[in-house]
């Protein structure tokens, strides 16, 4: 396989003084030398601004793709696409779903979704697929399609709600997809916020490239909310692996990320905006 370099365009922390923007959102842009990939949007826009200064020109971008359809992954689409133009847009066919964190108290249940329709974006050049079974998108590089849910301790949020009929129930997040990539040294795992469960989609890339060895991972995990089971079954998963890289970020929490950084100090990397991972 040919080199490649994952770069952090949007994450919740700057890592490096350049006149980088922080949002609480992510985006990561894949580059493989002869096609560039764009894994998720952020929140407001800021990848712009950041690519500029980190030299990366996202007028190359050959495709988006979108791991499910919260506003922190999706929101910056419609800067990127005003700056852009047409676009190829790889996601699940419910990326649009209503998403919505429950209310506490006297509050309402507040909308968490994409924050533009889908004619919004179409008219600014967003060319959407839709896929919910695995896909290569080239050679070695697949979109998980739906995961499986398999797991007996990985959990989807409480507080993470849609509407079924009159009935608010418990968010399916049937669109939470991940990026599987194949290198020389095994599977590079591309997470946007891993709803579904890290055991899960790790198991996942694993059957669907038939490559058992997993060499890096990197994305959102969503073990700040997770309960304490949740994290230390996964720790301990993790730990069967023997990762060369482990890059977490977003929504992984600032407590959880020290945790791994100390559980894992060979294969830990800090994965804020403006960060360059190579393989």
């Not at 609480?24 to 712009?48: C, H, P, R, T, Y």
């Not at 069967?240 to 890059?247: F, G, R, T, V």
Request: proline share 3%; with cysteine; glycine share 12%.
């Amino acid at each position: 396989m040919t080199k490649s370099k994952v770069t952090i365009l949007v994450e919740n922390t700057v890592g490096v003084p350049l006149g980088l923007l922080g949002e609480w959102g992510l985006s990561m842009l894949l580059d493989f030398g002869d096609e560039k990939i764009l894994f998720d949007a952020g929140e407001q826009g800021n990848l712009v601004n950041n690519a500029q200064i980190l030299g990366c020109d996202l007028r190359q971008v050959d495709k988006v793709v979108l791991s499910h359809g919260h506003y922190d992954h999706t929101g910056g689409l419609y800067k990127l696409l005003q700056y852009k133009g047409t676009t190829s847009v790889y996601a699940h066919p419910n990326l649009f779903a209503g998403h919505f964190a429950k209310g506490s108290g006297t509050h309402t249940n507040r909308y968490i979704g994409v924050p533009y329709c889908q004619q919004q974006l179409e008219g600014l050049g967003a060319s959407f697929h839709w896929h919910s079974e695995p896909f290569e998108l080239r050679p070695g590089l697949w979109l998980s399609g739906e995961i499986l849910r398999e797991s007996s301790f990985e959990h989807i949020d409480d507080h993470l709600v849609e509407f079924a009929g009159e009935q608010v129930v418990q968010d399916s997040l049937k669109d939470d997809l991940s990026m599987f990539y194949v290198t020389n040294g095994g599977l590079i795992i591309l997470l946007g916020c891993a709803h579904s469960g890290l055991v899960n989609i790790v198991e996942q890339a694993r059957q669907i490239t038939k490559e058992s060895k997993v060499r890096g991972i990197i994305g959102g995990t969503h073990l700040g909310p997770a309960s304490a089971e949740q994290r230390q079954q996964t720790i301990d998963y993790l730990k069967s692996l023997n990762l060369e890289c482990l890059a977490p970020n977003h929504c992984t929490g600032s407590a959880m990320l020290t945790k791994l950084a100390t559980e894992f100090p060979k294969a830990f990397r800090w994965a804020m905006a403006g960060v360059v991972l190579e393989f």
